[in-house]
């Protein structure tokens, strides 16, 4: 290949980057319609858990924080994966943080579904891990079609998990990693 072509494709592929790096940034109009849009989904998801449940107010209102995500999964027989993005509150300065979330299962099951989920920290410790994107491994059993579900990892140490379907089905009982990453680009703190 002459010199010519390599720095022909460079300049292609520099260009490439340029454009697609350029796409993924939010404006500041479009950062604040996605903060209002992320916000409005945790305070709907979190109404409709506690008219389920009415003791996850009081359970909310002492908790240092509590984080919302907005969760796709899929499933199939070994290994199955999905992802989602939402906002954590810090109690004690009401900072808002946003954050993508990775789920990874390895184990048996099939599905594919949408739903909420409403962690409850129990400690400081635990709203600081997700500030920094950390995360532990949980393993745990589910079931879900359509709106109604049970879930069996109810959490782990220092946090609680909640639930709350929305459409798809599967049946799982796995070893599953999730990963907290805040979204720089939406968090302001």
Known sequence: MSTDAIKTIQTLLIGFVLVISSCSSLTSTEQDQKRSELDAMAA?????????????????????????GNMKLTKVPIVGGG???????????QNRYYFNITRADLGGGVGARGFKILFIFKTQEIVDAWKTGTW?????????????SAEGAAGGDGF???ILSEAGASATATARVMRVKLNKE???N
Do not use: C, F, W
């Not at 449940?53 to 908790?63: F, G, H, N, R």
């Not at 532990?136 to 109604?148: D, I, P, Q, V, Y």
């Open 44 to 68: 709907e998801a979190i109404t409709r858990l506690i008219e389920q449940d009415p003791s996850l107010k009081a359970k909310i209102d002492a908790a240092p924080g509590y984080g919302v």
């Open 160 to 162: 609680s998990m909640h």
């Open 136 to 148: 532990k491994s949980m393993a745990g059993a589910e079931a879900s079609a359509g709106t109604a």
């Open 186 to 188: 939406l968090t302001n």
């Open 83 to 93: 992802g989602g993005e939402g906002v954590m509150i810090e109690k004690n300065t």
